[in-house]
């Protein structure tokens, strides 16, 4: 069965200092077919001959995407794979810090819930999208060619007929909103993410605030019940002192008494 080979593209230069013949062309592609050939271990048939050679046009589409365009493979040789991550649902969680911040045990539970929603490995999610060019510096050369870097000055042949392509324009543009889809996805958990740590450093802010309102109002509450309390046990301690000055001034005063009447006795009986 025939087989076809895609061969590189060939674009003359005019910074070349010397020119690319068709010769020197024709050259070079024989050697590309050539080593792109089939060879099989055991010859159970012919060897591949190469039968002919075509320049041509090869067909891509460019579908428009924003302020730039996604290259689809008009003869549906190429394919990629588009991968993201599968992320936990961050609506429920941010939903989950404005519900829980109302006090500090919900709090700390919803985010120790999410600590652990999060700290798992996310899942990769790949979505192969056919005929969807995404080499980079594939993209980037053609980028030049459009552009017209690099070629100013070449020919280009006139006479090059294009190739049929097999990705009509509704196929291309389904296969692009394949892949915009897949944006739009990334773009929206890219979004819920952003909005969920907004809400979490505001929440989070305000909860420090909270808790330092707090805390400065159990400080000067009990300030005051310690001022208070030290004044009245101040008070307390000069009332037991004026009591105990009382008693020990009424003590000494009997003891005083009851030593005199001691003498007198003493001195009635030394005389007698």
Do not use: Q
């Not at 062309?25 to 001959?49: D, F, M, N, Q, W």
């Not at 936990?88 to 709090?107: C, H, L, N, Q």
């Not at 005929?131 to 870097?149: A, P, Q, S, T, Y």
């Amino acid at each position: 069965m025939p087989k076809g080979l895609i061969l590189p593209y060939v674009i003359e230069d005019s910074r070349k200092g010397h020119p690319f013949t068709r010769e020197m062309e024709a050259a070079v592609l024989l050697a590309l077919a050539h080593g792109g050939k089939r060879r099989p271990i055991i010859p159970l048939s012919g060897p591949e001959t190469l039968e002919f050679i075509m320049k041509a046009l090869y067909p891509i589409w460019a579908v428009p995407w924003d302020d730039r365009s996604i290259i689809i493979d008009g003869l549906n040789l190429s394919s990629d794979k588009l991968t993201r991550l599968e992320i936990p649902d961050v609506k429920a969680f941010t939903e989950e810090i404005m519900r829980g911040s109302r006090s500090p045990k919900s709090y700390v539970n919803v985010l120790r819930r999410g600590l652990k929603k999060f700290w798992n490995p996310l899942s990769p999610v790949e979505v192969s999208v056919e005929g969807f060019i995404g080499d980079v510096h594939f993209l980037e050369e053609l980028c030049e060619v459009l552009r017209g870097k690099g070629i100013r000055g070449a020919r280009f042949e006139e006479t090059l007929a294009p190739i049929p392509p097999k990705v009509d324009l509704k196929d291309a543009r389904e296969r692009a909103e394949r892949f915009t889809w897949e944006s739009r996805i990334v773009k929206s958990h890219v979004a819920a993410l952003r909005y969920a740590v907004k809400v979490l450093e505001g929440e989070t802010a305000r909860f420090r605030e909270r808790v330092k309102r707090e805390t400065e109002h159990l400080t000067r509450v009990y300030a005051e019940k310690i001022a208070s309390a030290r004044e009245a046990a101040e008070k307390r301690i000069r009332a037991l002192r004026k009591r105990m000055d009382a008693e020990l001034k009424k003590t000494e005063k009997a003891y005083t008494k009851i030593i005199k009447e001691a003498l007198k006795r003493r001195e009635s009986l030394e005389k007698t």
